[in-house]
């Protein structure tokens, strides 16, 4: 008998899910015997995760389950292509994850190859998946799982997206916001996928401009850089979560917003630490994982409230957390990196100057 994460039945485990890292030595990706992680599933939440990832393979991702990956009508032709979304690979990443049977049964699970955001995705699943099956709020996570937001029904957006998929991902959390489409006039938000137009800066009174959110694909880098080079507001990830949107537009709203300077690295914006100095983490990239590439992963798999930002040429994550789940938090983000990234906690007192003595 074994403790299943997904729903943490004490139940005969059907299968081990595992990710596996793979190897591109003869051009082709390899599965390998580096293990990223492992979880014991139960049938029913193996079933579970089977039926929504294969959704999302074949490009109907269930409504039901937040921040889903999406196809964007992407072909499935090459053998490095992402068995999920689609995407290209790049060289030397991605994993197989596949089902081991754990009582000689073989599982509904197919092996298949993802790449890293889709490993996070599936593990994130495998993990905890009852707050995504919207049975509760995420335990692990206690008070911190909880959506609230400002009161934003004031605002309009429209959407520029590569997908319809994504069109659509973007108008339900809008509206679970209160956030509608604008109709005629110019709107308060443009939402544009990274290297798509973004449009003329509209003025909607004095002063006030029309603010653009980047919707920004793992890997991005370089047109989100020349998104915010173009005065873009901010970026957050493609999927994104309901939460994420949230925060956003609460950020966009707030009266004394002043605009930060941006690290040119990992595209976060620098802050100022104030005492007194909240629980932080720093995020340490792994060998050959840009500073973008992991600031991507830790707000994929963060709440949207969470700080991220630079201080003193570092990436430093403040999460919006009661106290006491300060490190359930650290611990659940670092199995979402599954490596590719480390938070590191820092000491409370004075955090920031802890580290830049450190380096
Ligand atoms: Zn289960
Ligand atoms: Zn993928």
């Known amino acids: ?53 294969d959704g999302s ?48 049964v073989p599982g509904p699970w ?63 959390a809008c509206a679970s916001l ?5 109709q005629g006039g110019a709107p308060s938000v443009r939402f544009v996928e990274a290297g798509r137009p973004a449009g003329t800066r509209a003025r909607l009174r004095p002063g006030v ?4 959110v980047i919707l920004a694909p793992y890997g991005a880098y370089e047109a989100v850089a020349a998104h915010l080079a173009a005065a873009a507001f901010e970026w957050v990830t493609l999927p994104f979560t309901p939460h994420l949107i949230a925060a956003v537009l609460s950020r966009l709203v707030e009266p004394l917003m002043v605009p930060l300077p941006r690290d040119k690295d990992s595209l976060l914006s620098v802050l100022q630490p104030v005492e007194p100095f909240p629980a932080a983490a720093y995020v340490r990239p792994a060998l050959g994982v840009s500073a973008f590439d992991a600031a991507w992963l830790v707000r994929r798999f963060a709440r949207g409230y969470d700080d991220l ?24 983000l670092n199995r979402n990196l599954s490596g590719r990234a480390t938070l590191v906690p820092l000491a409370r007192q004075s955090p920031f100057e802890r580290f830049e003595a450190a380096g």
């Open 1 to 53: 008998m074994t403790e299943c994460p997904a729903c943490d039945a004490v139940v005969p485990a059907l299968a081990f899910l595992q990710a596996r890292a793979v190897d591109w030595t003869a051009g082709v990706p390899e599965r390998t015997s580096r293990n990223r992680w492992r979880y014991p599933l139960c049938p029913a939440c193996l079933a579970w995760l089977t039926s929504v990832v």
């Open 57 to 104: 393979a074949l490009g109907s991702p269930a409504a039901s389950v937040l921040a889903a990956p999406s196809t964007e009508g992407r072909l499935l032709r090459f053998l490095d292509q992402c068995n999920v979304c689609r995407s290209t690979l790049a060289p030397r990443t991605g994993a197989v994850v596949e089902s081991l049977p754990a009582a000689g």
């Open 110 to 172: 197919r092996a298949r190859l993802v790449c890293i955001p889709c490993e996070g995705w599936i593990a994130n699943l495998a993990m905890d998946a009852r707050s995504a099956r919207g049975s509760t709020s995420r335990a692990l996570d206690g008070e911190y799982g909880r959506t609230v937001h400002r009161r934003l029904s004031s605002l309009t957006f429209e959407v520029n997206a590569g997908s319809n998929d994504v069109t659509e991902a973007l108008i339900d």
């Open 178 to 182: 209160g956030v509608l489409q604008a």
């Open 209 to 212: 401009v029309v603010q653009t």
């Open 309 to 332: 930002g630079v201080v003193s040429g570092r990436i430093v994550f403040v999460p919006r957390v009661p106290a006491h789940s300060f490190d359930a938090v650290i611990a659940r």
